[in-house]
């Protein structure tokens, strides 16, 4: 492809990821390219791609993290996704993008700054149950639940970067998760306020985590006294995470960063 690949980045809260049209990538080896175009020295550098085609009135999307591995879902890729259709498409207010995890439907609820706010429904959580796991040379309380992909929660007094980097990778691959799990460690502030450091399945530590908010907010509530509507602050900034009978509703921005094509060796 003498031209290259047109790419588009966003990010929401430092967790970024690359948006390629499938078209333009159909027959390719995405677990290579993701590899490529992810890599923060060599290639343009994020968390993820994201490949997407329009279908209908959706738009329906693929997930490689960074090391090549395909997710389900990402809250905060759904709304870099959705952030592209509507500055494309302007006046539109509500987005729909179809993952593996089914349907994620975004309103956009702000614009200020180059930044696009939505509200998502992200969908109910299910399988959650409370583990007790060895990992790193610790015995450990996690509650594990899927939003659309699966979370593993810990609860700490306080976050510890170096207890995520020794934790982190041994619950993303413990043999409780034969399909490898996202880990959050949590520390409550409140009851509708609590503070994460995240630890995403194939790409490590990320700056936020939109599913990873979601997971620690369910699981805050479910067994630590959280209430329904909690705002969850990562290093890159703070979302709001609501539970709701009809499920979870994610808040936050996301913004478009770099447009551009990835040249391609001969």
Not at 103 to 114: Q, T, Y
Not at 191 to 197: A, K, N, P, V, Y
Request: proline share 5%; net charge negative.
């Amino acid at each position: 492809m003498a031209n290259g690949i047109p790419v588009v980045k966003g990010h929401a809260y430092g967790n970024d990821f690359l948006l390629v049209p499938e078209s333009v990538v159909a027959g390719q080896d995405l677990v290579r390219l993701s590899q490529a175009l992810c890599h923060r020295h060599t290639g343009i550098g994020a968390d993820g791609l994201i490949t997407y085609r329009f279908d209908g009135e959706a738009v329906r999307m693929r997930l490689f993290n960074a090391d090549g591995s395909a997710s389900e879902v990402s809250g905060n890729g759904v709304r870099c996704l959705a952030a592209l259709v509507v500055r494309d498409n302007p006046g539109t207010a509500t987005v729909t993008v179809d993952t593996p995890a089914g349907p994620k439907v975004l309103d956009l609820i702000g614009e200020a700054e180059d930044a696009r706010t939505f509200r998502a429904s992200m969908g109910v959580p299910s399988n959650m149950r409370v583990l007790t796991l060895d990992a790193a040379g610790e015995r450990v309380q996690a509650v594990a639940l899927s939003v659309g992909n699966p979370q593993c929660v810990v609860r700490v007094e306080h976050l510890e970067e170096a207890r995520l980097h020794r934790l982190g990778p041994a619950l993303e691959h413990h043999r409780e998760f034969p399909n490898r799990t996202n880990v959050s460690l949590v520390e409550i502030e409140s009851r509708d306020r609590i503070r994460i450091l995240i630890w995403e399945r194939g790409v490590g530590p990320t700056l936020s985590s939109g599913t990873g908010a979601c997971g620690a907010a369910v699981a805050t509530t479910a067994h630590w006294h959280g209430s329904r509507e909690i705002e969850v602050i990562s290093p890159g900034g703070s979302q709001r995470v609501e539970w709701r009978e009809d499920g979870l509703y994610l808040t936050g921005w996301a913004r478009l960063v770099l447009e551009g094509k990835w040249l391609i060796p001969a």
